[in-house]
């Protein structure tokens, strides 16, 4: 199974709402990853988990809060965001390897923040 | 620091025409890879080429890296429009993990 997925598909927010995403993969994979993308962009790194352990985190606002509970499950929880983050949010998963990680990425969460 | 400079930014071609991208950078790599996503989608890895590496094949895809001009290229045989997509060369930062995307090359093949 190749295959990482993601749900919510969409996902339509009030700036005072908490709602998460989910990512889950079975490939054995023991690094996974955040994204955020907006339009016409390239995806921007938020995340990485390692080994089950935040191993990057590129400053993101506090509003945005990753959690790893196990090896295949990656959430991230997200609480009084701004209309500025309505963008698509995307999962990766990939081997622990720094140099060569081949990224395994998900169909994405389509985030509007109202 | 690290980042990926692609051109053309976007390509239109006929079904059956060949698409070339290039993808250059600032800093020595141990390797490269490209990435195609088609609209709205996540993200599909095509290659990735170790920096002892010149070309490498996969299907009607072949790659290119010279370390010596910093500078890779992503190039589509025969394409279809099927191949419509945005295509991204992804570069490794220092630190480990961390993987810095170039802007992007939206190619559009027409039937």
């Known amino acids: 199974d190749t295959e990482v997925t993601q749900t919510p598909k969409h996902l339509v927010m009030g700036m005072t709402n908490k709602k998460s995403l989910k990512c889950e993969q079975h490939?054995?994979?023991?690094?996974m990853y955040w994204y955020k993308q907006k339009a016409k962009k390239p995806p921007e790194l938020m995340f990485v988990?390692?080994?089950?352990?935040?191993?990057i985190n590129e400053s993101v606002p506090s509003r945005f809060s990753p959690e790893c509970p196990n090896s295949s499950l990656l959430n991230l929880h997200l609480h009084a965001l701004q209309p500025e983050d309505s963008a698509l949010y995307l999962c990766a998963s990939s081997t622990p390897s720094p140099l060569y990680n081949e990224q395994f990425f998900g169909p994405g969460t389509r985030l509007t923040v109202l | 620091s690290q980042q990926g400079e692609e051109d053309p930014q976007a390509l239109s071609i006929q079904e059956g025409e060949n698409a070339t991208m290039n993808c250059s950078y600032k800093?020595?790599?141990?390797?490269l890879q490209w990435y195609r996503q088609n609209s709205g989608r996540g993200l599909v890895h095509l290659i990735l080429?170790?920096?002892?590496?010149r070309e490498k094949h996969s299907g009607r895809l072949r790659v290119t890296l010279d370390t010596s001009k910093k500078s890779s290229s992503l190039l589509i045989t025969a394409s279809r429009a099927a191949d419509t997509a945005s295509y991204f060369c992804a570069l490794p930062s220092t630190g480990g993990f961390k993987t810095i995307f170039g802007a992007g090359t939206r190619l559009f093949v027409k039937a």
């Open positions: 490939m054995g994979h023991r690094a």
């Open positions: 988990y390692s080994y089950e352990k935040l191993s």
């Open positions: 080429i170790r920096s002892n590496e």
């Open positions: 800093t020595s790599i141990n390797n």
